[in-house]
């Protein structure tokens, strides 16, 4: 199975400061159809997760452009340009190239 | 607006069986592949069984196979999850999700809590 990594586990940030989330898979997300499956889910505190970035670095319809998301092969990261209140969570990586798919341990971030 | 709400979690006895079920509505459930994912409490992330558009393939995590099933009938948009020989292990969180890998799920429902306790 692709293990899939994060760090940190934990992010402290201060408001309006930025954020940033790494995400390593043990072997490359490019698909055969030449995509590569990266994708990250936010879940809040007592909510279900959502996802908010696929294909790497896609937006989803209702994300703020202050989400975004980079990477390649199996490397990538999640930024937030600057932390509001609202981002409070637990951030997940999920791979979708491989069976079974698989997600990062999670990193949870909240306010300082 | 897309709605998945699941049904059916509760407290069953270790060796025992339990049926979730997932009802779909504000989409074209007969075009997408559906999925369960599980979230132990306090922990991550599982996937746990995925299901073609037309039930034709069907696919479990090795730690369910055999002992968990995915179904569906697109004539009541609806999914389902026969779990049998339960585990404390099973314990979690069982989400329906829409989608199955690639760019997906995009889209969970609220969740159903599965207990396995003596």
């Known amino acids: 199975d692709v293990v899939m990594t994060q760090s940190p586990l934990s992010l402290p940030v201060t408001l309006g400061q930025p954020a940033s989330i790494s995400c390593r898979s043990s072997q490359s997300l490019v698909h055969s159809d030449g995509n590569t499956h990266l994708n990250w889910f936010q879940q809040r505190p007592g909510q279900s997760p959502r996802r908010l970035i696929y294909k790497v670095s896609n937006r989803d319809s209702g994300v703020p452009d202050r989400f975004s998301g980079s990477g390649s092969g199996t490397d990538f990261t999640l930024k937030i340009s600057r932390v509001e209140a609202e981002d409070v969570g637990v951030y997940y990586c999920m791979q979708g190239t491989h069976w079974p798919f698989t997600f990062g341990p999670g990193t949870k971030v909240d306010i300082k | 607006e897309v709605q998945l709400v699941e049904s059916g979690g509760g407290l069953v006895q270790p060796g025992g069986s339990l049926r979730l079920s997932c009802a779909a509505s504000?989409?074209?459930?007969?075009?997408?592949?559906m999925s369960w994912v599980r979230q132990p409490p306090g922990k991550g992330l599982e996937w746990v069984a995925n299901?073609?558009?037309?039930?034709?393939?069907?696919y479990h995590v090795d730690s369910v196979n055999g002992r968990f099933t995915v179904s569906r009938d697109n004539a009541k948009n609806s999914l389902y999850l026969q779990m049998n020989s339960l585990r404390a292990e099973d314990t979690a969180v069982y989400y329906c999700?829409?989608?199955?890998?690639?760019?997906?799920?995009?889209?969970w429902g609220q969740g159903t809590l599965v207990t396995v306790s003596s």
């Open positions: 504000g989409f074209t459930f007969s075009g997408y592949w």
């Open positions: 299901i073609k558009e037309d039930g034709s393939e069907k």
């Open positions: 999700a829409r989608g199955a890998g690639r760019d997906h799920p995009d889209w």
